[in-house]
Nanobody
C-alpha cells in the first residue's frame, strides 16, 4: 500500500518560513518524480514545485520562484519544501504527490500524479 505522509505546516506571519516534509512508503521512492501542490479555498489545485528522481531538474511556479526550495533525500524516502518569505497568498492546503517519469505531461500538472499525501494546512497571516 502506497502512503505519502506529510508533516510540517502551520500558522506563520508574513515573511516567515516553514518546511514541509513528505515521507513515502510502499513505492520505490528513487524511481518516482515528486511534486508539491496547493489548493486554496474556492480555487483549483495548482502545482507549486516538482523535481526529477535524482533531483537534476526542478520546476517552480512563478509565484514561488526565489522563495521556495524543493529537495529530496532518497535515502530517507522523503521530499521537502522549504518555504521562505511567505505571503498571505501562500495560504492553502499543501499536498505532496508522486508519479513515474512522464515526458508528455507537465511536472506541475496535478492530473499527472498518481499518489497523494493527506495534505497539510499552511496559513500566513498578514
Amino acid at each position: 500500500q502506497v502512503q505519502l505522509v506529510q508533516s510540517g505546516g502551520g500558522l506563520v506571519p508574513a515573511g516567515g518560513s516553514l518546511r514541509l516534509s513528505c515521507t513515502t512508503s510502499g513505492l520505490t521512492f528513487e524511481e518516482h518524480q515528486m511534486g508539491w501542490f496547493r489548493q486554496a479555498p474556492g480555487k483549483e489545485r495548482e502545482g507549486v514545485s516538482a523535481m526529477t528522481r535524482a533531483g537534476l531538474n526542478k520546476w517552480y511556479a512563478d509565484s514561488v520562484k526565489g522563495r521556495f526550495t524543493i529537495s529530496r533525500n532518497n535515502d530517507k524516502d522523503t521530499l521537502y519544501l522549504q518555504m521562505n518569505s511567505l505571503k498571505p497568498e501562500d495560504t492553502a492546503t499543501y499536498y505532496c504527490a508522486a508519479r513515474r517519469d512522464n515526458l508528455y505531461t507537465s511536472p506541475l500538472d496535478p492530473l499527472a500524479y498518481n499518489y497523494w499525501g493527506q495534505g497539510t494546512q499552511v496559513t500566513v497571516s498578514s
